[in-house]
């Protein structure tokens, strides 16, 4: 089948990467990206994992569940030419179908490289849109791939999965956008624990008439007892990692919205192996006269003294100029699996849908 015909569908990604010499690989074996001609031989394995996690995770070496492998090869669907990566280095290399037999867990993949041309490794978010033959996004897909070395060019692969009837059938895919942070500052909400012995990271986010929120997380994933007290250290960054300037950064939430409920006293807390805090960042896209400021990336320093992550929560913040953080609040809601030690996989808890408040003078 070289089409599937399902609904507006929830994403389901998941990549493999290998090291190779001089660049780093999704495949297991033959090179998959040389399937944009006709009759090319493709590994299923590699093409299709069969365990797939949102937002970009690895999959687990297992999948999630052993007893279905994908199979058979997967019908490739055409490209245009060949154009070389776009401005930021992704260049998407093969499209393809899979039939509802396969053991994928996919309905279609596409396989894609990202060469890193800058000084530094580099952890890459990109979002990708499978589109019908109408022009229309069926779904758009958000991708991560770990890692990239300086000058290494990074095969991966990306998948959405329908899980209704009807839908448009895809016929192509693009980049939409593409994030890069240093692999030293990259944020994680599980897999190894990092040196500093806490997963720091940001969640979906909610809105409502304009009000932004977003939750930071911070899990104690190491061994000893991890101390705060007070508010995060947020640097707003630009697309280039420069500083963003002119953009108040306020202690408390509460004069962007009384309805986030980030404008309590900070209190010191000591954090257990396993257990987790919380703050929010809130923010309004109202735009008056003056241009609209938007920042993708926010550094992130749990207290003073602590290193750096970059999160992306893509603050539009129109001409406000302000931005509200919450204090750190122990997250009683948060239930670790494992042993502590940053093999558990935390579940991002979403912040509660907030009230369209009008602002507070």
Same mark, same amino acid.
């Given at each position: 089948?070289?089409?599937?015909?399902?609904?507006?569908?929830?994403?389901?990604?998941?990549?493999?990467?290998?090291?190779?010499?001089?660049?780093?690989?999704?495949?297991?074996?033959?090179?998959?990206?040389?399937?944009?001609?006709?009759?090319?031989?493709? &590994?299923?394995?590699?093409?299709? =994992? *069969? $365990?797939?996690?949102?937002?970009?995770? #690895? !999959? @687990?070496?297992? /999948? &999630?569940?052993?007893?279905?492998? =994908? *199979? $058979?090869?997967?019908?490739?669907?055409? #490209? !245009? @030419?060949?154009? /070389?990566?776009?401005?930021?280095?992704?260049?998407?290399?093969?499209?393809?179908?899979?039939?509802?037999? @396969?053991?994928?867990?996919?309905?279609?993949?596409?396989?894609?490289?990202?060469?890193?041309?800058?000084?530094?490794?580099?952890?890459?978010?990109?979002?990708?849109?499978?589109?019908?033959?109408?022009?229309?996004?069926?779904?758009?897909?958000?991708?991560?791939?770990?890692?990239?070395?300086?000058?290494?060019?990074?095969?991966?692969?990306?998948?959405?999965?329908?899980?209704?009837?009807?839908?448009?059938?895809?016929?192509?895919?693009?980049?939409?956008?593409?994030?890069?942070?240093?692999?030293?500052?990259?944020?994680?909400?599980?897999?190894?624990?990092?040196?500093?012995?806490?997963?720091?990271?940001?969640?979906?986010?909610?809105?409502?008439?304009?009000?932004?929120?977003?939750?930071?997380?911070?899990?104690?994933?190491?061994?000893?007892?991890?101390?705060?007290?007070?508010?995060?250290?947020?640097?707003?960054?630009?697309?280039?990692?420069?500083?963003?300037?002119?953009?108040?950064?306020?202690?408390?939430?509460?004069?962007?919205?009384?309805?986030?409920?980030?404008?309590?006293?900070?209190?010191?807390?000591?954090?257990?192996?396993?257990?987790?805090?919380?703050?929010?960042?809130?923010?309004?896209?109202?735009?008056?006269?003056?241009?609209?400021?938007?920042?993708?990336?926010?550094?992130?320093?749990?207290?003073?003294?602590?290193?750096?992550?970059?999160?992306?929560?893509?603050?539009?913040?129109?001409?406000?100029?302000?931005?509200?953080?919450?204090?750190?609040?122990?997250?009683?809601?948060?239930?670790?699996?494992?042993?502590?030690?940053?093999?558990?996989?935390?579940?991002?808890?979403?912040?509660?849908?907030?009230?369209?408040?009008?602002?507070?003078?």
């Amino acid at each position: 089948m070289p089409t599937a015909s399902r609904t507006v569908p929830a994403a389901l990604a998941g990549v493999l990467l290998l090291a190779a010499c001089g660049s780093q690989s999704a495949t297991q074996g033959d090179d998959t990206t040389g399937a944009r001609g006709a009759g090319a031989p493709v &590994d299923a394995a590699a093409l299709c =994992p *069969s $365990g797939y996690s949102q937002y970009g995770s #690895l !999959p @687990s070496s297992a /999948g &999630d569940d052993p007893s279905v492998a =994908p *199979s $058979g090869t997967p019908t490739p669907l055409p #490209l !245009p @030419s060949a154009t /070389g990566p776009d401005e930021d280095g992704v260049q998407v290399t093969g499209l393809y179908a899979w039939d509802a037999g @396969s053991g994928c867990q996919a309905d279609y993949s596409a396989t894609f490289e990202i060469t890193n041309s800058g000084t530094k490794t580099a952890t890459y978010t990109v979002t990708f849109s499978f589109r019908s033959s109408s022009g229309g996004a069926v779904d758009n897909v958000e991708q991560t791939v770990q890692a990239v070395a300086p000058g290494q060019t990074a095969k991966a692969t990306v998948a959405m999965k329908a899980e209704a009837m009807h839908a448009p059938e895809v016929s192509g895919v693009e980049v939409l956008k593409v994030r890069s942070v240093p692999a030293d500052e990259a944020s994680s909400a599980s897999g190894p624990c990092p040196a500093s012995g806490v997963h720091v990271y940001a969640d979906q986010g909610d809105a409502a008439m304009g009000l932004r929120v977003v939750g930071l997380h911070l899990v104690n994933c190491g061994t000893r007892t991890y101390e705060l007290d007070g508010y995060p250290k947020l640097e707003l960054l630009d697309e280039r990692h420069g500083s963003v300037d002119g953009v108040r950064i306020l202690q408390g939430t509460g004069r962007i919205s009384t309805a986030v409920g980030g404008d309590d006293s900070p209190q010191p807390m000591a954090l257990r192996p396993g257990e987790a805090a919380q703050s929010t960042i809130a923010w309004r896209n109202t735009t008056g006269f003056g241009d609209p400021v938007n920042v993708p990336y926010v550094r992130v320093r749990a207290k003073s003294g602590a290193g750096p992550v970059i999160v992306q929560p893509e603050l539009d913040l129109g001409t406000t100029g302000q931005l509200g953080v919450g204090p750190w609040k122990k997250d009683e809601t948060f239930r670790a699996t494992g042993t502590g030690t940053g093999t558990e996989r935390p579940t991002p808890p979403l912040p509660s849908s907030v009230s369209p408040d009008f602002p507070s003078p």
